[in-house]
């Protein structure tokens, strides 16, 4: 039996999402479609607010619902302590760890197998920012994996100029996790046991 249009299409727009096979994409669709229709609403009311309101750090490329964003525009910031990451959820779970300096979103990391350079990143937006203001450390907090661990070596070559002391965060974290799955303490530590690369 072939389903609904209006069916099909729902389950085709839930596998667009990362991580979410045709299974589980078929499970969301009925679930919405018998629950309370409250809940419906609310998903997509909340969708549209989230992305109606937020936007992207036009300083460090983080997102939050102002530009520049909480972290930019907050004054007891350390702005001689800048955490380089990959992902804007990486800034929430920093921050929750709590790192007091600022950051720099790359908004990904450079991955062959991907097609993605370092021209992809927000290196050029990283240069403009370190021509005006040089802190006394940058710490390359991208992901402790292949590709991140390959992104802070080629960002150290890129950065090693300034004259910053660059520092690379502690292995503490186990081996085929990211840094949005760790805890905050594990955070904190590999903040504190950070190396100096340059
Ligand atoms: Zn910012």
Redesign the pocket.
């Known amino acids: 039996m072939s389903r609904p249009k209006s069916v099909e299409r729902l389950i085709e727009n839930f596998a667009r999402l990362p991580g979410v096979g045709p299974k589980t994409s078929e499970r969301l669709t009925y679930f919405l479609l018998r629950s309370d229709p409250n809940v419906a609403r609310s998903l997509v009311e909340a969708i549209e607010t989230a992305r109606a309101s937020t936007r992207v750090?036009?300083?460090?490329?983080?997102l939050?619902e102002s530009?520049?964003?909480?972290?930019?525009?907050d004054a007891s910031r350390d702005r001689g302590l800048m955490l380089v990451v990959e992902d804007p959820r990486d800034v929430s779970a920093f921050e929750e760890s709590g790192f007091r300096g600022?950051?720099h979103v790359l908004q990904g990391r450079v991955s062959s197998l991907e097609g993605i350079g370092l021209g992809d990143l927000t290196l050029s937006a990283l240069h403009r920012r370190l021509a005006a203001e040089v802190p006394r450390e940058i710490v390359l907090a991208t992901n402790p994996d292949l590709e991140g661990e390959g992104t802070a070596q080629l960002l150290l070559e890129q950065l090693a100029s300034y004259g910053a002391s660059i520092t690379r965060i502690a292995r503490g974290i186990p081996a085929g996790a990211t840094i949005t799955q760790v805890s905050k303490s594990i955070l904190a530590d590999a903040i504190d046991g950070r190396r100096p690369l340059a």
């Open positions: 750090c036009s300083q460090c490329f983080n939050d530009d520049p964003c909480t972290v930019c525009s600022i950051y």
